[in-house]
């Protein structure tokens, strides 16, 4: 049996990032995104290891000083010089796969959600990564457009995502369901597909990336963006995804138990355009699950709705309202790297 796709929850060995600069889309941001990046690898240094892909010319001095100023510890960073287009590290991160006899990094092909920006730099990251011997696991190249926030599993062999995404010919030139569930098959090591066919988030230029939407938490556990407001332009299709959800049913013929995050109130930038906060956008890391919040009254609640099924993990919520401007949160920054991809761990 082929190897097969890693549950977000399996043990990792680091979370990948990529550090924003002027020459990404956070240039008119820098300090703000600088500032949140040193909150969340500051909290994630004390779990476990962050690699952080630095386009040359980061003072590297000073970041790694700052990070050190603010507690860090800088013996869990590794930093790699490697060009780089933007941040969305989930998306143009590998996609780790594994068995009993160790992991393998895929390195599908990136183009920043069907060539809507360049990202010829960020394409390359993965496999700048590996000529530099960051790797501790095999990189293999993957000739299909996929990104990882556009996957979900339970690490059973079942994959969550949305037709709306993994179907567009943006991606793969309009191939099939078939043909797209034939690939993925070959590569993650699939056994089912759960296809959600409604649900989009205003403001997302994803086209429907189900890590905005729909989430494992545990292998019977979805976590879902419910709207309750029917004035809100988002009740009717995600009213439909709900549908589907409760329609999906554990390899063991049992319903998932599903838990309802809210959304939160409409957040807008300086334009006018809404932007596409949501708390489905989690990290699991090995102790925790990170949580984006955004200064919001449904905060609190989701925090709790976390905490009911975060099991032995601490919720540790984080401020992504200067993420979103950019039209990402928390989960899309960031990608895990499980036990055994990590050359220094």
């Known amino acids: ?24 889309d956070w240039a008119r941001l820098l ?48 930093w790699y010089d490697v060009a780089t287009d933007n941040t969305w590290a989930r998306d143009h991160g590998p996609i ?6 160790g992991i393998e990094l895929l390195d599908f092909r990136f183009n920043a959600w069907g060539d809507k920006y360049d990202s010829s730099r960020d394409n390359a990251i993965n496999s700048g990564i590996a000529a530099l011997h960051g790797y501790g696991a095999p990189l293999r190249p993957v000739d299909f457009v996929l990104e990882g926030g556009s996957i979900e599993t339970d690490g059973l062999g079942t ?28 590569h993650l090591g699939l056994e089912r597909f759960l296809w959600l066919e409604h649900g989009y988030l205003a403001g997302d230029d994803t086209d429907a990336h189900i890590d ?13 963006v419910q709207c309750s407001d029917r004035g809100d332009e988002h009740f009717d299709t995600l009213a439909k995804m709900e549908t589907q959800l409760r329609g ?24 006018g355009a809404r932007l596409p906060a949501t708390y489905a956008n989690f990290l699991i890391t090995n102790r925790s699950i990170f949580l984006p919040v955004y200064g919001d009254p449904a905060d609190r609640q989701a925090v709790d709705a976390i905490v009911s099924v975060s099991g032995k993990r601490n919720v540790v919520p984080i401020n992504c309202r200067v993420p979103i401007e950019e039209f990402g949160s928390l989960h899309c920054l960031t990608m895990q790297l499980p036990k055994g991809s990590l050359s220094h761990a």
Not at 33 to 44: C, R, T
């Open 212 to 224: 905005t939407l729909a989430r494992f938490v545990d292998a019977g556990t979805i976590a879902y």
């Open 159 to 186: 994959l969550l995502s949305t037709t709306t995404c993994l179907l567009n010919p943006n991606r793969n030139g309009g191939m099939s369901l078939p043909e797209v569930e034939a690939h993925l098959t070959r």
């Open 96 to 101: 780790a796969v594994g068995d009993e006899n």
């Open 1 to 24: 049996m082929s190897k097969r796709f890693l549950a977000e929850w399996y043990p990792q060995d680091a979370i990948q990032i990529a550090w924003p600069h002027a020459d990404t």
């Open 31 to 78: 300090g703000e995104i600088e500032e949140f990046y040193y909150e969340l690898v500051n909290a994630l240094s004390h779990e476990q290891g962050v690699l952080i892909a630095a386009a040359p010319g980061l003072e590297r001095g000073r970041i790694l000083a700052e990070l050190a100023r603010r507690g860090a510890d800088t013996s869990n960073l590794y």
């Open 248 to 271: 999906f049913r554990q390899l063991n013929g049992e319903p998932y138990r599903l838990l309802p995050l809210p959304l939160p109130q409409a957040i807008h930038n300086s334009s």
